[in-house]
């Protein structure tokens, strides 16, 4: 057993490392008698007059509102009633937030991972503001990681209306705003509680139609990024009873302890106590895009565009939200805390014949091993399909690192045949001509700026952020759960479970459509052939088993690019590699540093999996 000398230089940073801890926590605990002044300064100045005198608010008529009355009418025991549509354009579904929130007739309640400040997020929150001034009751929590860090944006969030309460989930030292300081303290000092965030999205109007699935509130995740654009994909979901389930999950997480007033927190009640009484209302980003803004506003209370959208929605019967509980990461081994991480595992070990899996980031727990090796490994093996990014297409290269690792066993101990979305798909524009409309005629090629990523070519980058699962053409899940050890055993999630087979079919085609050959490079063996070959396969074997120092560069597999002329086919298919073309680890990857970042994490980075 190795021990550090009490004398070391090692024992002495970590005693340094310890105690600057400790006064950082100290230093940084909650200001009461500031706390106390904020409080009391936003009661006083906090408008209260309404903009509405009626019952319903001034809501906006809308059709989501004559569905959610029919289902209400519909819905029995033993037969329940609910109405579906999948959203899988970001623009699209900005416009239904807006309206609905247009329509709202009594409360508005939304969870949310990241809140940025930019247009959508402006956008939406400047709708919020006016529901709560027409007498709408708005609630709204945000994990606070990475979420609103401008303490005026706070403040002046606070001080909006009476009827708008926004919240902050799990704070870093009871402040709003986490400085690389705090961030580096909080892994020092309380890890664990730190590494556990609220991952869930919901978007819950009146208590019966929401929206969960992947999409927070930044631009990137509604097709407005003039660089990275997320393809994402939520589902509007109406009906009294899975409208309960989502009340019942919000109240859970709204009065939880980690759930904080924005005036308790020390940079934000600092903020108000120094501005004192001044009345500021919340400012637009000054560099928003305002002809977008305003053609989206007048499109999300355009009559026949709104109820284009909305007969395009399905009724079905059974419809269930799931969400984790607040305390998942406290007791990872009591089911009852994972609802929606438990309700997966079950499903998966029922598939009988297919599943269709979508998620961006391909590092499985230890239990989804297990359940993909056993749906393999038995007589009747299920077919499994995997839609991930690429290298070229992921934000999170360090976690596609540890995937690229693992990758021949996906391949032959899991069976899965794996298709990684290209940067540039090919039917990029039928997703971004909604998106060019939304800026206005004379405006339509704005968004078309060269990205920042380090590619081979220019143009608005896009990369798979949805996370979707159809089993057996049957069951649909749609959430915000990754299929990672992260949405496993720390994040909290959420999402809805669909038994319905009109919905299998929607959302498998639209999966199976982001691992077309123009939107998708196949993952498959390479061709073996030669001494060199067959010596190559065990070294690399030998190589992905080490916990450390992976450094062997020649995998088994590689991506492969169908040829013009060609039709699809498997990797097992005779004349497979007759019609498809190699095209290495890292296709459109330009930057040498970024494939070797990506190597040394793969080599490196082996016991990370659980919380990258």
């Not at 009751?137 to 209306?161: N, P, T």
């Not at 052939?529 to 992905?544: C, F, K, Q, V």
Request: some cysteine; charged content about 25%; glycine content about 6%.
């Amino acid at each position: 057993m190795s021990v550090i000398a009490a004398s070391s230089p090692g024992a002495c940073l970590l005693r340094w490392l310890a105690v600057t801890s400790v006064l950082l926590l100290g230093a940084c605990g909650l200001n009461r008698p500031l706390a106390r002044q904020a409080a009391h300064l936003v009661a006083q100045e906090r408008p209260t007059a309404l903009d509405c005198d009626r019952a319903d608010h001034c809501a906006l008529a809308s059709p989501y509102m004559e569905l959610a009355d029919a289902a209400r009418r519909d819905d029995r025991d033993g037969a329940p009633a609910h109405v579906v549509d999948v959203l899988e354009q970001g623009a699209e579904s900005l416009q239904i937030r807006v309206h609905l929130i247009r329509a709202a007739r009594h409360s508005i309640d939304i969870q949310t991972f990241i809140w940025a400040e930019d247009d959508a997020g402006w956008l939406v929150l400047d709708e919020l503001i006016a529901a709560a001034r027409r007498g709408v009751k708005v609630r709204i929590l945000a994990d606070q990681l990475f979420s609103l860090d401008d303490e005026e944006w706070l403040a002046r969030i606070a001080r909006a209306h009476v009827n708008l309460e926004f919240r902050l989930y799990n704070p870093t030292f009871d402040k709003a705003v986490t400085q690389p300081v705090d961030f580096a303290a909080s892994i020092l000092c309380c890890f664990s509680r730190f590494n556990q965030r609220m991952h869930n999205k919901l978007f819950l109007v009146d208590g019966e139609i929401g929206i969960a699935g992947g999409r927070n509130y930044e631009n990137r995740y509604f097709d407005w990024d003039q660089t990275f654009d997320y393809r994402d994909r939520d589902v509007l979901v109406i009906g009294p009873r899975s409208g309960a389930q989502m009340q019942a999950s919000f109240e859970q997480f709204w009065k939880h302890p980690r759930a904080v007033p924005l005036t308790r927190l020390n940079d934000v009640n600092h903020r108000l106590v120094r501005d004192g009484l001044q009345h500021r209302a919340l400012q637009a980003p000054p560099d928003i895009d305002q002809s977008r803004v305003d053609a989206l506003r007048a499109r999300a209370v355009d009559p026949q565009a709104m109820q284009a959208l909305a007969a395009r929605a399905q009724w079905v019967g059974a419809v269930d939200y799931f969400s984790d509980a607040p305390d998942k990461a406290q007791r990872a081994d009591d089911p009852a805390l994972l609802a929606l991480t438990t309700r997966i595992s079950d499903l998966l070990l029922q598939a009988k014949h297919e599943v269709v899996l979508e998620t961006p980031y391909l590092v499985f727990s230890r239990k989804a091993r297990r359940i993909f090796r056993y749906l393999h490994k038995r007589k009747d093996p299920a077919q499994v399909i995997v839609s991930t990014n690429s290298l070229a297409a992921t934000d999170a290269f360090y976690v596609y690192a540890l995937s690229y690792k693992y990758k021949k066993r996906y391949l032959r101990s899991y069976g899965f045949r794996i298709h990684e979305f290209k940067p540039f798909p090919q039917d990029a524009a039928e997703f971004i001509a909604d998106y060019d409309a939304l800026a206005g005629g004379d405006n339509a090629g704005r968004y078309q700026r060269y990205a920042q990523a380090p590619l081979r070519r220019g143009g608005v980058r896009l990369g798979l952020h949805a996370k979707s699962l159809v089993i057996d053409r049957a069951i649909t899940i749609i959430g915000s759960h990754n299929f990672d050890p992260r949405s496993d055993n720390y994040n909290t999630e959420s999402g809805f479970i669909i038994a319905d087979v009109a919905v299998a079919a929607r959302v498998q085609a639209a999966i199976l459509r982001n691992t077309a050959p123009g939107n998708a490079w196949l993952i498959a063996p390479r061709q073996r052939n030669g001494l060199l070959a067959r010596i190559n396969e065990p070294i690399a074997d030998l190589s992905a088993r080490l916990p450390l120092f992976d450094l062997w560069p020649f995998r088994y597999s590689s991506s492969f690019e169908l040829d013009p002329g060609c039709a699809p086919s498997r990797p097992e298919d005779p004349g497979f590699y007759a019609c498809h073309r190699d095209v290495g680890d890292f296709p459109e990857v330009d930057l040498p540093l970024k494939t070797i970042y990506t190597r040394i994490i793969t080599a490196f980075g082996a016991g990370l999996a659980g919380i990258l």
